[in-house]
């Protein structure tokens, strides 16, 4: 197990951790990586609570240490399905428009605040599960954008951070892959909250994240099955 991170130890990171099954996967990556571990979970106005919950459960099972900072004020600058519970979520995404579960902005108000914390830590990496391949195409997924959001923080606070992203080139199945070959697909599988419903594991089996997840699952476990025959 990861140690807590302290201060002068440059071999840790800062994971951001929402309790889904991306950034999940992404704290047991860390933890193989990196010396030294801390979690940070943003209360963003989300629908779903339960989803700090789940994260402050999972970080409290790595024995890693879990911070939440509530910052209501990113949802409420804009009318979105994901902290507007008076909005009905996209079932699909729409032709050529974000999903109504986009959050402008959201990736860039986390990766600020994790580099304010981490910075505080004497850390130098933050770890994200945002990915551009296989997913709903939010701008601040891209990897154009976290190459730059990664130099901007830096200028802004004359430190040399570096922001991970393990899962920017995978399907949803790879992430399976990976949380199988990290050992913990039954954790990623049971325990995370992906659904836009917020119902834990398989969810509701019918919002946009479900069905992705379920599609993903589903390939990979056809994969594995296909090469141990």
């Known amino acids: 197990m990861a140690k807590q991170a302290t201060k002068n130890n440059r071999n840790s990171a800062i994971v951001l951790l929402s309790g ?48 939440i900072i509530d910052a209501p004020f990113i949802g409420k600058m804009t009318d979105n399905s994901l902290t507007n ?17 986009f959050v402008p902005g959201r990736n860039l108000f986390f990766l600020t605040t994790a580099a304010v914390i981490a910075r505080t830590h004497q850390i130098n990496n933050i770890v994200t599960g945002v990915s551009q391949a296989d997913y709903s195409g939010y701008p601040d997924c891209r990897n154009n954008f976290i190459l730059s959001a990664n130099t901007t923080i830096n200028l802004a606070m004359d430190e040399q951070f570096t922001i991970h992203t393990p899962l920017m080139w995978f399907s949803k199945a790879e992430t399976w892959e990976m949380a199988d070959r990290l050992g913990v697909l039954e954790i990623v599988q049971t325990q995370t909250l992906t659904c836009y419903n917020g119902i834990i594991a398989d969810g509701c089996g019918n919002c946009p994240a479900c069905k992705l997840r379920k599609t993903g699952l589903e390939k990979y476990l056809s994969s594995k099955h296909n090469r141990m025959q």
């Open 85 to 101: 519970t008076n909005i009905e979520m996209d079932a699909q995404k729409p032709d050529n428009e974000y999903p109504n579960t």
């Open 20 to 67: 889904g099954q991306d950034s999940t996967t992404c704290l047991f990556w860390a933890m193989q990586k990196f010396q030294s571990i801390r979690t940070l979970c943003i209360s963003y106005g989300q629908r779903h609570f339960l989803e700090v919950n789940v994260a402050r459960k999972i970080a409290e099972q790595a024995k890693i240490p879990f911070q």
